[in-house]
């Protein structure tokens, strides 16, 4: 496998086009990388990229066409990837737990969990050429088993299974994969509750949703592999 060399690194972030996806195209531009601001929706994607002065790439994580065709310009015009920011994702219904349905935890899962392995995958070869590669999978602290359990905590009141779920498969996912390619640098970061479209307005600003994130993403050389981090440290499974 050749690595390249590089100046200015190169980061692409999914589901960017606002939320806490936005913030770190932002931040990641502020700590001078050239960002890809990836979104299925054309029209609010290239607005936003055009604001923050990223590059705009049409990206649907649940479509393995669309996922292909971005990688393939990434590949065009870069020839590698430094950072992946897989942050894409939906809440899923939220209802009486009576009326759940199959179909209704497939398609949380099919965008959540399903998507970032899409993702990662088309842009591994990529990744691989970079001198010091990262991957930061956007999960939450509602994937968390331990503070399910920690009645003094939020996430053990927070009503949202099929969300929760994802969340937990996206722990196990970045953990094994961490394992399985030692040459990346894989890590969950959780936002909190952070004031976006998906929380209903409510929790810290988007810049303090994002830290986790940035630090895994552009953290020294003492950036750990198959961590689990909110913007106050560690957190447990």
């Known amino acids: 496998m050749t690595t390249i060399q590089i ?5 692409l972030v999914t589901g960017a086009n606002k939320g806490i996806g936005l913030e770190t195209v932002r931040r990641l531009i502020g700590a001078g990388h050239r960002v890809y601001l990836a979104a299925r929706d054309v029209e609010r994607g290239r607005t936003a990229a055009e ?11 649940t479509s393995d066409a669309s996922v292909r065709l971005a990688a393939n310009v990434v590949e065009r015009e870069e020839g590698h990837l430094d950072v992946l920011v897989n942050n894409a994702g939906i809440t899923g219904p939220l209802r009486d737990v009576h009326e759940y349905t199959g179909e209704d935890v497939a398609a949380v899962l099919l965008t959540n969990v399903a998507g970032y392995v899409r993702v990662m995958h088309a842009f591994l070869p990529l990744l691989e050429l ?32 099929l969300y929760g ?21 894989i890590n969950s970061a ?8 998906l929380s209903g307005g409510q929790g810290h600003s988007v810049k303090d949703g994002t830290d986790a994130i940035i630090a895994f993403a552009i953290g020294g050389p003492d950036t750990p592999t198959g961590a689990y981090r909110d913007g106050d440290g560690d957190l447990p499974w």
């Open 7 to 11: 100046g200015t690194p190169v980061s």
């Open 51 to 61: 604001a923050l002065g990223a590059r705009f790439v049409e990206l649907d994580v």
């Open 130 to 161: 970079s001198a010091d590669p990262r991957i930061v999978n956007v999960s939450s602290g509602l994937g968390s088993f331990a503070l399910f359990h920690d009645s003094s905590r939020i996430e053990s009141r927070a009503g949202t299974p």
């Open 165 to 185: 779920a994802a969340k937990s498969a996206i722990n196990m996912l970045t953990a094994r994969y961490a394992q399985l390619l030692p040459g990346i640098r």
């Open 190 to 197: 959780d936002p909190g509750m952070t004031a976006t479209d």
